[in-house]
């Protein structure tokens, strides 16, 4: 299906994966244009394309048209996905656990939440996503500066290294398109999958503040 940019409310990103079909990054569609005309666009995968209009040919008075897809393989080195560790910050870890406390369950605005280390750093425990979860200010409170076994807390789901597709739709959520979501979903990891938070919050009935 093609489209033009004005048809999108939020201007979507295009995914960028490598030769091999890992996915990488995000990028604009001026850059992915950009890539098009260096000719380093090897495949697309997308179902959607976006009709870009450039400027007129001196030689045949025709506009330049190029139709970006939503998913594009380009040339660049090729990195073995399971190697790299996407950057942990917070706003990914929110997203990864959907903006609730994993300790009280309750879904919160950005600023009630903070990033917990459950091995606190004063006592050697790493700013990793393994030992960090989202919690709520009163909760991180009531921890403390302590061991999760030392508290009376418990968790509700564990934490997990999301691999690089699981990142890239938790920096970008809301403006992945549908093919670009289920492009995505086939190479989410199993520890992504067996969480169960949203049945979680279904039960406790959180209320959005
Ligand atoms: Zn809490």
Redesign the pocket.
């Known amino acids: 299906m093609v489209t033009t940019i004005d048809k999108y409310q939020r201007v979507p990103r295009i995914l960028r994966l490598d030769v091999a079909g890992q996915p990488k990054s995000w990028i604009s569609w001026q850059t992915a244009v950009r890539l098009y005309t260096r000719d380093l666009v090897r495949w697309s995968v997308g179902e959607f394309k976006i009709r870009i209009r450039g400027g007129f040919s001196r030689l045949h008075g025709r506009q330049t048209l190029v139709d970006v897809s939503s998913i594009i393989a380009c040339e660049g080195r090729i990195v073995e996905t399971k190697k790299t560790t996407p950057t942990l910050t917070n706003h990914a870890l929110f997203a990864r656990d959907y903006h609730t406390?994993?300790?009280?369950?309750?879904r919160?605005n950005l600023v009630n939440l903070t990033c917990d280390h459950l091995i606190p750093r004063s006592m050697g425990g790493q700013h990793v996503w393994n030992n960090v979860v989202t919690?709520?200010k009163?909760?991180?409170q009531a921890k403390g500066n302590r061991r999760l076994e030392d508290c009376k807390q418990e968790l509700i789901a564990l934490p997990y290294t999301p691999n690089l597709a699981e990142y890239l739709t938790l920096i970008n959520s809301g403006r992945i398109l549908g093919d670009q979501m289920s492009f995505l979903e086939t190479q989410f990891g199993s520890s992504r999958q067996c969480r169960n938070v949203s049945n979680r919050l279904t039960s406790i009935q959180a209320p959005m503040l």
């Open positions: 406390c994993m300790y009280c369950g309750i919160q919690a709520c009163r909760c991180n």
